[in-house]
């Protein structure tokens, strides 16, 4: 079985400029998340998608990062414009369910540079 | 709120031996569960095991067990003949059962493990 594939794994750009990275999930899975892990810390939920809605996008700064799940699959995560802050690992991760035990499983992340 | 707190930043352990990795956790939802994750250096989440709040019996799964004490709100994993390959990162991290919850996972700060020859 395929994991979870993101792109592109390393990303280095200058502050404010816009940037997209991608995530393809397990097959059949109806859950995808996105997380932020800045370094040295644990990953931190920024968007949960529920097939292509959108359950939980509360610690999404909605002002320059948007996501879309338009088909129930694949997912694409943008930054317009980028901060410094910005720097950090982007973690996809999907699972069959949300809630329970549901086991989530993580792609290889996108080192993100901002300069 | 939910809150993961692993105090531990680096824990070093000889080959072979056994190591505890601490977690607390808070929640005021009676129902949740609580997970760990190995990070290698290349940086994939790795999930090691899995442990259910009404679970009765202490979760393992090969070399991981996880320490479960509800009353202390405490969830440790422990490693038992550690390999040179277990060098990596450690994440605690719960969830709380959704009844119209999203059941997102919290993370902890995380436990630098080190295994020596």
């Known amino acids: 079985e395929a994991g979870v594939a993101q792109s592109p794994r390393y990303k280095i750009i200058e502050k404010r400029q816009s940037v997209a990275f991608w995530c393809n999930p397990i097959s059949g899975h109806a859950t995808l998340y996105w997380y932020q892990q800045i370094l040295g810390q644990g990953p931190k939920l920024l968007i949960q998608f529920q097939n292509n809605g959108v359950v939980d996008d509360s610690q999404l700064p909605k002002d320059r990062f948007s996501a879309e799940r338009l088909k129930g699959v694949d997912s694409t995560l943008k930054i317009q414009p980028a901060k410094l802050e910005d720097s950090a690992v982007y973690l996809c991760a999907s699972s069959l369910a949300s809630g329970g035990y549901n086991e989530q499983f993580f792609g290889p992340g996108t080192r993100l540079t901002v300069l | 709120a939910q809150k993961i707190t692993q105090t531990q930043p680096g824990m070093f352990v000889q080959e072979k031996e056994a190591v505890t990795l601490d977690c607390t956790y808070d929640?005021?939802?009676?129902?949740?569960?609580l997970f760990w994750y190995k990070q290698p250096s290349s940086g994939e989440m790795i999930f090691l095991i899995y442990?259910?709040?009404?679970?009765?019996q202490n979760a393992t799964e090969g070399r991981y067990s996880l320490n479960f004490q509800k009353a202390r709100k405490s969830a440790n994993l422990v490693i038992s003949a550690s390999q040179l390959g277990d060098s990596a990162m450690y994440f605690c991290?719960?969830?709380?059962?959704?009844?119209?919850?999203?059941?997102?996972?919290?993370f902890g700060q995380g436990t630098t493990l080190q295994v020596k020859p």
């Open positions: 442990q259910g709040s009404y679970d009765q």
């Open positions: 991290a719960m969830r709380e059962v959704p009844s119209g919850n999203t059941g997102k996972l919290i």
């Open positions: 929640t005021s939802d009676p129902s949740y569960g």
